[in-house]
């Protein structure tokens, strides 16, 4: 099959979400004889991504800014897809809603993640939320296949829309001897510490870690935070008070894969605050690699730990006494880490996840 995939940022990505989904599709895809078009933004392409049997990547023109760079480059990759006789398309993000008319005046089946709630993430004004709930309209009324990452996410497509999905969840490694190289490269020692991977954005609730960092004082461990924002971000202020504090250590948007591995392997206690998404990307990897892990209690969440006592409510009190019972119970934080390993070996396979998405691509073009 020729297959094409629209909406990332391209192939190879560093970032979460369905980025991370792309970089392990992609091989998947062109390892079982497949021809893959990746479409990209001429920021992520990389001169020295190494070249793969069976992988194009075609970078289109698009505005880099904020609220228009994703359909902007939408745009323009669908517009360059209609004419290049591909059998199916993966599509990622609702924004690129708008443009599926022109891939189904091609004849071009798409099959779309819907991924999370973007017309409710607090990053975006009202504007923005109101473009990106139309552009689920648009991906409800002309997608041929949904596909919801979660079950809850899929019950609400189902609700709002009127649309079934296919559920087909992210993956994740599971990872047992990441060892620690290279934390000494970050300035970690032997001391304990709390990590937070998000973006620094309101639905991922940094600021909550912060809050309950602070009302734990003295009895905090140390806060490693990794994640930066888009343009200014009141947040950045505060975080780089508390580094000046020895409170924190932010490291901002890390690219190494390896570091990201030993961070959630040698943490004391993962938080994940993210509010709005359907199965996170994050909250899998830190799950495999054995990060003693408590979530925002969301029904997103909830879903994936099956564990009602991993969750914490959204108020500093809350967290700080979550916190402060996994930091000082070894034994809690090494059942919790055996306990993610094991739920993402027998849910979350990569492996399962990329054949499932082949799957679904193969009917699509059966029923074409």
């Given at each position: 099959?020729?297959?094409?995939?629209?909406?990332?940022?391209?192939y190879?990505?560093?970032?979460?979400?369905?980025?991370?989904?792309?970089?392990?599709?992609?091989p998947?895809f062109?390892?079982?004889?497949?021809?893959?078009?990746?479409?990209?933004?001429?920021?992520?392409?990389?001169?020295?991504?190494?070249?793969?049997?069976g992988?194009?990547?075609?970078?289109?023109?698009?505005?880099?800014?904020k609220?228009?760079?994703?359909?902007?480059?939408?745009?323009?990759?669908?517009?360059?897809?209609?004419?290049?006789?591909?059998?199916?398309?993966?599509v990622?993000?609702?924004?690129?809603?708008?443009?599926?008319?022109?891939?189904?005046?091609?004849r071009?089946?798409?099959?779309?993640?819907?991924?999370?709630?973007?017309?409710?993430?607090?990053k975006?004004?009202?504007?923005?939320?109101?473009?990106?709930?139309l552009?689920?309209?648009?991906?409800?009324?002309?997608?041929?296949?949904?596909?919801?990452?979660?079950?809850?996410?899929?019950?609400?497509?189902?609700?709002?829309?009127?649309?079934?999905?296919?559920?087909?969840?992210?993956?994740?490694?599971?990872?047992?001897?990441?060892?620690?190289?290279?934390?000494?490269?970050?300035?970690?020692?032997?001391?304990?510490?709390?990590?937070?991977?998000?973006?620094?954005?309101?639905?991922?609730?940094?600021?909550?870690?912060?809050?309950?960092l602070?009302?734990?004082?003295?009895?905090?461990?140390?806060?490693?935070?990794?994640?930066?924002?888009v343009?200014?971000?009141?947040?950045?202020?505060?975080?780089?008070?508390?580094?000046?504090?020895?409170?924190?250590?932010?490291?901002?948007?890390?690219?190494?894969q390896?570091?990201?591995?030993?961070?959630?392997?040698?943490?004391?206690?993962?938080?994940?605050?993210?509010?709005?998404?359907?199965?996170n990307?994050?909250?899998?990897?830190?799950?495999?690699?054995g990060?003693?892990?408590?979530?925002l209690?969301?029904?997103?969440?909830?879903?994936?730990?099956?564990?009602?006592?991993?969750?914490?409510?959204?108020?500093?009190?809350?967290?700080?006494?979550?916190?402060?019972?996994?930091?000082?119970?070894?034994e809690?934080?090494?059942?919790?880490?055996?306990?993610?390993?094991?739920?993402?070996?027998?849910?979350?396979?990569?492996?399962?996840?990329?054949?499932?998405?082949?799957?679904?691509?193969?009917?699509?073009?059966?029923?074409?």
């Amino acid at each position: 099959m020729k297959l094409a995939i629209l909406g990332s940022r391209g192939y190879p990505s560093t970032y979460s979400g369905y980025e991370t989904l792309v970089t392990h599709l992609v091989p998947h895809f062109a390892e079982r004889g497949h021809a893959v078009t990746v479409y990209c933004r001429e920021e992520v392409v990389a001169d020295h991504a190494a070249p793969m049997a069976g992988v194009r990547r075609i970078t289109t023109r698009g505005w880099n800014t904020k609220s228009l760079s994703t359909p902007s480059h939408g745009l323009t990759s669908s517009l360059d897809a209609m004419f290049r006789g591909f059998d199916a398309a993966l599509v990622v993000n609702i924004a690129n809603g708008f443009w599926l008319p022109l891939l189904r005046a091609a004849r071009l089946p798409t099959a779309v993640n819907t991924d999370g709630l973007e017309w409710q993430r607090g990053k975006w004004n009202r504007l923005a939320q109101k473009v990106f709930r139309l552009g689920a309209s648009f991906t409800a009324a002309h997608a041929n296949e949904l596909v919801a990452d979660s079950t809850v996410m899929r019950a609400i497509w189902r609700e709002e829309f009127g649309r079934d999905s296919t559920f087909i969840p992210y993956g994740a490694p599971v990872v047992t001897d990441a060892g620690r190289d290279e934390l000494g490269a970050v300035g970690l020692d032997d001391r304990p510490f709390l990590l937070s991977v998000a973006r620094l954005v309101p639905e991922n609730n940094v600021d909550l870690t912060l809050d309950a960092l602070e009302l734990l004082g003295d009895d905090a461990p140390l806060g490693v935070i990794v994640g930066s924002g888009v343009g200014s971000v009141p947040l950045e202020s505060r975080l780089e008070a508390m580094s000046a504090q020895g409170r924190v250590v932010w490291l901002g948007h890390v690219d190494n894969q390896r570091l990201l591995t030993q961070l959630w392997a040698n943490c004391s206690v993962y938080v994940h605050g993210h509010s709005v998404g359907g199965t996170n990307p994050s909250l899998l990897q830190a799950l495999g690699a054995g990060a003693p892990t408590i979530a925002l209690g969301t029904p997103f969440n909830a879903e994936v730990l099956r564990n009602d006592a991993q969750l914490y409510g959204p108020t500093p009190e809350d967290l700080a006494r979550r916190i402060g019972e996994v930091v000082a119970d070894r034994e809690l934080g090494a059942e919790l880490a055996g306990r993610g390993r094991r739920e993402v070996a027998e849910r979350y396979s990569w492996n399962d996840v990329c054949d499932r998405y082949l799957e679904l691509l193969e009917r699509l073009v059966a029923a074409r």
